[in-house]
T-cell receptor, first 115, second 117 residues
């Protein structure tokens, strides 16, 4: 069955450093992969989408890579700030319904940026 | 950007009662909405896909008679938890597909915290 794994251990880093989060998947060949941010008690917020034919995508301090050979995506936050502290979820497109895709989420990695 | 709202944000009810949660797309029309459930420290689990004007598609293991979904308009989907029990206590989150984003990006509501006593 399709499986998505994110590092379940919380990631603690110092302000100003680069945070790197990992998303691995098996038994799957997704057309694209997405990253979301979720704050406690809130719904996820979309950050970035990267397609299978894209190696890297950037948005401000965020960078996502997608290696379909390794079946892995890396999510980087450069010059991290305490405000970046949250849980980050990766999601893959599952079965495509008539008008949209069903997303399968990883369990998320909690990031804590210390001042 | 696309905004999705949910109401209520928090609800406490007695065991055996029914609870209705509303999900609205505020500035766009959504033919497809999704309902998720999230337990503490766990990932979002898709419960069902809600399509405007047709029956919802439920994921395996989700009881359609217990979790009633109605998508009566292009901006509103409702989830009713019938005869709620303590094990139904969870964080319920809806999302909607925003057409301008090419049907690829889901915009999520803020979630509804349900506590069944």
């Amino acid at each position: 069955s399709q499986k998505i794994e994110q590092n379940s251990e919380a990631l603690n880093i110092q302000e100003g450093k680069t945070a790197t989060l990992t998303c691995n998947y098996t038994n799957y060949s997704p057309a694209y992969l997405q990253w979301y941010r979720q704050d406690p008690g809130r719904g996820p917020v979309f950050l970035l989408l990267i397609r299978e034919n894209e190696k890297e995508k950037r948005k401000e301090r965020l960078k996502v890579t997608f290696d379909t050979t390794l079946k892995q995506s890396l999510f980087h936050i450069t010059a991290s700030q305490p405000a970046d502290s949250a849980t980050y979820l990766c999601a893959l497109l599952g079965v495509v319904y008539n008008q949209g895709g069903k997303l399968i989420f990883g369990q998320g990695t909690e990031l804590s940026v210390k001042p | 950007g696309a905004v999705v709202s949910q109401h209520p944000s928090r609800v406490i009810c007695k065991s055996g009662t029914s609870v209705k949660i509303e999900c609205r797309s505020l500035d766009f029309q959504a033919t497809t909405m999704f309902w998720y459930r999230q337990f503490p420290k766990q990932s979002l689990m898709l419960m069902a896909t809600s399509n405007e004007g047709s029956k919802a598609t439920y994921e395996q293991g989700v009881e359609k008679d217990k979790f009633l979904i109605n998508h009566a308009s292009l901006t509103l989907s409702t989830l009713t938890v019938t005869s709620a029990h303590p094990e139904d206590s969870s964080f319920y989150i809806c999302s909607a597909l925003e057409p301008a984003s090419g049907q690829e990006t889901q915009y999520f509501g803020p979630g509804t915290r349900l506590l069944v006593l």
